[in-house]
C-alpha cells in the first residue's frame, strides 16, 4: 500500500479516473491540493482544491507546509503535507493527483511512493477531451497542450503507464497497482 503518485496531460482524464477509483475501492484518500487557479463552475473550496490567492500560497511554500509545489499553466499547485504526513502514518493507501514538475519532487523526497502515468489513447484525443471538457477559454488550453507535449515526453521516468481508454479498466488498473505490494 502507501503513496501512489498519479500524473498525467491536463484533458487525459485523470479527475474523471480518479472518481472512478473512490467507486472502486471507497478506502482510498486522495490528497487535497492548494492552488492559486480559480474555481470552476461546481468546484467547492476543500474539496476539489484549496483555494488560495498567491501570498498565501507563497507562505505555505516558504513555511515548509507542501511537500511540493510547481507552477502549471500560469497557476501554483501544491501538496499540503500535514494531512498526507497524516495518513502514511496510518499504512493506508493514499493518491496523489499531481503534474510533473511536482511528481519529480515526491520521486526525490520519497523515492519508495509508486509513480503511474496515465496516458491518452492518441494526441488528437487529448486535445478532443480538453476542449470537450469547455472549462477553459481557447488560449488557456493552447499553454496546456504546450505542457501535455512536454509531459507525454517523460512517460519513461515512471513505474507504469496506464491508457485511459476506457475509464473504468483505467480505474482498475490502477486500483491495482495502488494495492499491489
Ligand atoms: N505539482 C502539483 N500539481 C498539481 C497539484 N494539484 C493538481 N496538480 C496538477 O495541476 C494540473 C492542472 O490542474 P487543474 O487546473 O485542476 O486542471 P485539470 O487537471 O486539467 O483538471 C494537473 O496536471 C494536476 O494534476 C499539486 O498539488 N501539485
Ligand atoms: N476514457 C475516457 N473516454 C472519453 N472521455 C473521457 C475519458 N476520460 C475522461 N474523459 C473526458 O475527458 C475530459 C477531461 O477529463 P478530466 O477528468 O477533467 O481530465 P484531467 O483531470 O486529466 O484534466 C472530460 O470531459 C471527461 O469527461
Not at 497524516?86 to 493518491?95: K, S
Not at 492518441?122 to 477553459?136: A, F, I, K, P, Q
Amino acid at each position: 500500500m502507501g503513496l501512489t503518485v498519479l500524473s498525467g496531460p491536463s484533458g487525459v482524464g485523470k479527475g474523471t479516473v480518479v472518481a472512478a477509483v473512490r467507486r472502486l475501492f471507497p478506502d482510498v484518500w486522495v490528497s487535497v491540493s492548494a492552488t492559486t487557479r480559480l474555481p470552476r463552475p461546481g468546484e467547492t473550496e476543500g474539496v476539489e482544491y484549496h483555494f488560495v490567492d498567491r501570498d498565501h500560497f507563497v507562505r505555505m511554500a516558504k513555511d515548509g507546509e507542501l511537500v511540493e509545489h510547481a507552477e502549471f499553466a500560469g497557476n501554483w499547485y501544491g501538496t499540503p503535507r500535514a494531512p498526507l504526513e497524516r495518513r502514511l502514518t496510518t499504512g493506508l493507501p493514499a493518491l496523489l493527483e499531481i503534474e510533473l514538475q511536482g511528481a519529480r519532487q515526491v520521486r526525490a523526497s520519497m523515492p519508495s511512493a509508486r509513480f503511474v502515468f496515465l496516458t491518452p489513447p492518441s494526441w488528437e484525443e487529448l486535445v478532443r477531451r480538453l476542449t470537450g471538457r469547455g472549462t477553459e477559454p481557447p488560449e488557456v488550453i493552447e499553454r496546456r497542450l504546450d505542457r501535455a507535449r512536454v509531459e507525454l515526453a517523460a512517460e519513461k521516468e515512471f513505474d507504469a503507464v496506464v491508457v485511459n481508454d476506457d475509464v473504468e479498466a483505467a480505474a482498475a488498473r490502477l486500483v491495482s497497482l495502488m494495492t499491489d505490494s
